[in-house]
């Protein structure tokens, strides 16, 4: 008998740390940006331009809002000449949306913050002279 309770005891030990091993295991840490998750790593903004680095930004975060017949607050940014008009014109309330810095109301409404890196794309397209 006295055999018999010590291995039912001991079964319920190691069905308990199994457990809370698996419990901690599927509580880990995630992160959705890949910045957070594996640091900034390399950011090359030495020839940026519309087409390579920017149109892929505006499609995934402004197109849906910011194109077709009636853009969200009338901002148009459907192709490169709307996005270099706009960004020639409105700069400081293009950044200060993208930012998040309170200047501008922040962009992508509803969606996560673009990455440090993408933002460093849009100025440094601006900087080099907004190629296509």
Known sequence: MNYLFKRSKLKRYNFLITGI??????SSCYYDKSEELYGKGSCDT????????ISPIINRDCSSCHS????SAGISLYDYTS????MT????????SVKQDG????????????????I?????????????
């Open 89 to 96: 014109s409105s700069r400081l309330v293009l950044m200060g």
């Open 103 to 118: 200047t501008a109301s922040n962009m992508p409404k509803g969606g996560s913050k673009i990455s440090t890196c993408e």
């Open 46 to 53: 030495t020839s940026v331009t519309y087409s390579t680095s």
């Open 21 to 26: 091993a698996a419990i901690i295991s599927f």
């Open 83 to 86: 996005v270099k008009n706009y």
């Open 120 to 132: 460093n794309k849009l100025e440094a397209w601006v900087n080099q002279g907004m190629k296509p």
């Open 68 to 71: 077709g017949g009636s853009p």
